[in-house]
T-cell receptor, first 114, second 115 residues
Framework: EAQVTQNPRYLITVTGKKLTVTCSQN?????MSWYRQDPGLGLRQIYY???????DKGDVPEGYKVSRKEKRNFPLILESPSPNQTSLYFC?????????????FGQGTRLTVV | KNQVEQSPQSLIILEGKNCTLQ??????????LRWYKQDTGRGPVSLTI?????NTKSNGRYTATLDADTKQSSLHITASQLSDSASYIC??????????????FGTGTKLQVIP
């Protein structure tokens, strides 16, 4: 089954404690991205990756890091989480071929930073 | 700046009734527009895609329209069901001569269907 898998689904952590949210896709997609979703603001892109070892900032990259060492994995790293990073996070992947590639989203990770 | 605005922000309707959600965008040049359905606590799932040359497209009880001249799209839901309760997100992709174009997300319309 084609899917994007995020882990963990729920996470509560304390300010300053480094954490990683994993994302894996099994569709051999080149493009992967991370979004955060906050009430009234919709989905905002944090980082994206066009392919292995190619990453770039989205609209709200501050406080986040990513890496793309393998095509299927795109982890999101919070080196020193702060309460304003409490949010619902989604990973998505899509092909870069064709004019209308559909984005496939993971189930989401609800992060609370206290 | 590319923007996608959706209205209403939220909507409550009775089961069995119809409703229409609106999406206005300023993304230019335009490539395509997708409507996504996002159930509570889950990731968005694509419902339909509209390209520049398409005016109407149906997917079961969902019908999307596009007016590329006025830069407006609508999603009409017929004979609503309780399972239609979700957020509906309009996503617009720009177009250029080559390469992958970044998409712009609307903030969504939260629909609640009540018995």
């Amino acid at each position: 089954e084609a899917q994007v898998t995020q882990n963990p689904r729920y996470l509560i952590t304390v300010t300053g404690k480094k954490l990683t949210v994993t994302c894996s896709q099994n569709m051999n997609h080149e493009y992967m991205s991370w979004y955060r979703q906050d009430p009234g603001l919709g989905l905002r892109q944090i980082y994206y990756s066009m392919n292995v070892e190619v990453t770039d900032k989205g609209d709200v990259p501050e406080g986040y890091k990513v890496s793309r060492k393998e095509k299927r994995n795109f982890p999101l790293i919070l080196e020193s989480p702060s309460p304003n990073q409490t949010s619902l996070y989604f990973c998505a992947s899509s092909s870069t071929r064709g004019a209308d590639p559909e984005a496939f989203f993971g189930q989401g990770t609800r992060l609370t930073v206290v | 700046k590319n923007q996608v605005e959706q209205s209403p922000q939220s909507l409550i309707i009775l089961e069995g009734k119809n409703c229409t959600l609106q999406c206005n965008y300023t993304v230019s040049p335009f490539s395509n527009l997708r409507w996504y359905k996002q159930d509570t606590g889950r990731g968005p799932v694509s419902l339909t895609i509209m390209t520049f040359s398409e005016n109407t497209k149906s997917n079961g009880r969902y019908t999307a329209t596009l007016d590329a001249d006025t830069k407006q799209s609508s999603l009409h839901i017929t004979a609503s069901q309780l399972s239609d309760s979700a957020s509906y997100i309009c996503v617009v992709r720009g177009r250029n001569s080559g390469g992958y174009q970044k998409v712009t997300f609307g903030t969504g319309t939260k629909l609640q269907v009540i018995p």
